[in-house]
């Protein structure tokens, strides 16, 4: 299974992506590619799939920082359109389990979808619901302890 939740190999999903083998065929596929990188820490790859009026090489060692400070637990796309995905990526950090909530735009520039920019919401893992940790039991009776 690949790191984005897709029942295929990550050598032939996003790390053929992420490695440049074959460009995404959708902005879905790109936002999991994405995903999986950041579980990576590969800040090189989130900047240059970003468009180019958003590229901030300095951002590389940032994200790269972040991502190795959490340990992502999964992702669950919400909804897709065209040219949209709404997703929740769950992450643990020293705290708590958070979760980034965001709808991103993608467009395409230079014949390859680019994230494009998003609109962050503040969500928060409910007390019910499973928990992001693959458990099988309640959050409220695992990680929010």
Same mark, same amino acid.
């Given at each position: 299974?690949?790191?984005?939740?897709?029942?295929?190999?990550?050598?032939?999903?996003?790390?053929?992506?992420?490695?440049?083998?074959?460009?995404?065929?959708?902005?879905?596929?790109?936002?999991?590619?994405?995903? *999986?990188?950041?579980?990576?820490?590969?800040?090189?790859?989130?900047?240059?799939?970003?468009?180019?009026?958003?590229? +901030?090489?300095?951002?590389?060692?940032?994200?790269?920082?972040?991502?190795?400070?959490?340990?992502?637990?999964?992702?669950?796309?919400?909804?897709?359109?065209?040219?949209?995905?709404?997703?929740?990526? +769950?992450?643990?950090?020293?705290?708590?389990?958070?979760?980034?909530?965001?709808?991103?735009?993608?467009?395409?520039?230079?014949?390859?979808?680019?994230?494009?920019?998003?609109?962050? +919401?503040?969500?928060?893992?409910?007390?019910?619901?499973?928990?992001?940790?693959? *458990?099988?039991?309640?959050?409220?009776?695992?990680?929010?302890?």
């Amino acid at each position: 299974m690949c790191i984005c939740g897709e029942a295929k190999r990550f050598d032939t999903c996003c790390g053929a992506i992420i490695e440049g083998k074959r460009k995404p065929a959708s902005a879905e596929e790109l936002m999991r590619s994405r995903y *999986s990188a950041y579980t990576l820490a590969d800040g090189r790859y989130l900047v240059l799939s970003a468009v180019k009026e958003n590229r +901030y090489e300095d951002d590389a060692e940032l994200i790269e920082e972040f991502s190795k400070s959490v340990e992502w637990l999964k992702l669950d796309v919400l909804h897709t359109t065209h040219d949209t995905v709404e997703f929740k990526a +769950y992450y643990k950090d020293k705290e708590s389990i958070k979760i980034l909530h965001e709808k991103s735009n993608f467009v395409i520039e230079d014949n390859i979808w680019r994230y494009k920019d998003g609109e962050l +919401y503040n969500t928060k893992v409910q007390r019910n619901e499973s928990c992001p940790c693959g *458990s099988g039991k309640k959050y409220k009776k695992c990680c929010a302890l």
